[in-house]
């Protein structure tokens, strides 16, 4: 790291104005996609995500079937404009990466069982990215399968807790991802608090991993909240809306 970047001042603020233990401001909608069978649109900071969902349908390529259970394949994908230095379009080992993650995390929400042989396909566009945009696309993914009506455990709430300037940060913006020394992406079922992601890029002590599950889990407390707002709004339109619908 290098040390002539502060990225916290004496007063204990962010770069962008933030304390510690502070989300970035959120936004979830549920329902924008009439096409797709459930949808989302969310932004945390300066990262704008899309989430569609379709299915449960039959599975193609017909060979991944599960005649036990439906299986759930997300696609994340980062749109070269999303970034301003233009990322190259199409999959890559990022992308593979993360929407593995993000299917594991799913599948122990959704009561796949009760699907055999289908598939439950989920689309993540990162439209504007700033850091942390695993995270905010697990969280919009879980709104738009709860929006298409999928049996599931629960929802999954999901943030990043890092390390700049030797301090844990909540919520990492590009900056501190950039100049900071560690960041662990996690996600949990809020019900049990049980953990369903949890990634680790950097350094952290023991002392450091524990207090940053706490914050992270505490924040994903949080975001939950919104999350099942988002869906109150959705099925609570007002008359004249749904007339015009
Ligand atoms: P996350 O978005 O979950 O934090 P990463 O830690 O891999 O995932 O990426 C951090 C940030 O780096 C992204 O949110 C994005 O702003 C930027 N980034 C990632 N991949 C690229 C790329 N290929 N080109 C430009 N910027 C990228």
């Given at each position: ?5 502060v ?13 510690a233990?502070?989300l970035?401001?959120?936004k ?7 096409n ?9 900071g ?60 799913l ?16 689309y ?33 709430p999901?943030?990043a ?12 913006n ?20 049980e953990?369903?992601?949890?990634q ?5 002590t ?8 706490k ?25 004249e809306?749904?007339?015009e619908?």
């Amino acid at each position: 790291m290098d040390s002539d970047i502060v990225m916290v001042d004496d007063k204990g603020k962010r770069v962008d104005g933030r304390e510690a233990n502070d989300l970035r401001p959120m936004k979830i909608e549920a329902g924008v996609l009439p096409n797709a069978d459930g949808s989302a649109y969310l932004e945390i900071g300066k990262n704008k995500v899309l989430a569609a969902v379709y299915g449960p349908r039959e599975c193609h390529p017909r060979h991944l079937q599960d005649p036990t259970k439906a299986i759930v394949q997300c696609k994340y994908n980062m749109q070269s404009y999303s970034v301003s230095d233009r990322k190259r379009p199409g999959p890559d080992r990022r992308s593979a990466e993360i929407s593995k993650i993000i299917s594991e995390a799913l599948e122990s929400v959704i009561l796949t069982e009760l699907f055999p042989r289908a598939s439950i396909d989920v689309y993540i566009e990162i439209m504007q990215a700033n850091a942390g945009t695993r995270c905010a696309g697990l969280t919009a993914a879980s709104v738009a399968l709860a929006d298409a009506g999928m049996p599931m455990r629960d929802l999954v709430p999901s943030v990043a807790v890092g390390k700049a300037d030797g301090k844990l940060l909540l919520d990492l913006n590009k900056e501190e991802d950039n100049f900071g020394e560690a960041d662990l992406p996690l996600a949990i079922i809020p019900k049990t608090d049980e953990v369903v992601l949890l990634q680790m890029d950097g350094h952290m002590t023991k002392e450091e991993f524990d207090s940053a599950m706490k914050t992270g889990v505490a924040a994903c407390h949080e975001i939950y909240e919104m999350q099942k707002d988002a869906l109150r709004r959705r099925y609570s339109v007002g008359e004249e809306e749904e007339v015009e619908e």
